[in-house]
């Protein structure tokens, strides 16, 4: 069983940064993908960025929106995953979730990829 907590959010100025954490519990973090998704009001939950191991290769994913913006990567020795997120937009509002993948049966950006989800965390951002 994994357990995922959120932190770092909050209300940021345009242009502004914030650094999201995810604090994993278990045995296997260094195993799992990990992903950041969003939902904004009224919005279907939508990927942000994910970050997988394999065949020695870490590999990167972004949603086009965030791209050159966010940029995520993890910690296996504190069992966190970030993302750091800079010149946040108004459009960036959203609660951001941390989910985790532990049998890569799916594409990272899909939201069916994860078996595991944090509570959220919610990032405002002013204009």
């Known amino acids: 069983q994994v357990q995922l907590v959120e932190s770092g959010g909050g209300l940021v100025q345009a242009g502004g940064s914030l650094r999201l954490s995810c604090a994993a519990s278990?045995?296997?973090?260094?195993?799992?993908?990990m992903g950041w998704f969003r939902q904004a009001p009224g919005k279907e939950r939508e990927f942000v960025a994910a970050i997988r191991q394999g065949g020695g290769a870490t590999y990167y994913y972004y949603a086009d929106s965030v791209k050159g913006r966010f940029t995520i990567s993890r910690d296996k020795a504190k069992n966190t995953v970030y993302l750091q997120m800079n010149s946040l937009e108004p459009v960036d509002t959203a609660v951001y979730y941390c989910?985790?993948?532990?049998?890569?049966?799916?594409?990272?950006?899909?939201?069916?990829?994860?078996?595991?989800w944090g509570q959220g965390t919610q990032v405002t951002v002013s204009s």
């Open positions: 278990g045995p296997t973090f260094s195993n799992l993908a």
């Open positions: 989910a985790a993948d532990s049998d890569y049966s799916a594409d990272p950006r899909l939201i069916i990829a994860y078996d595991y």
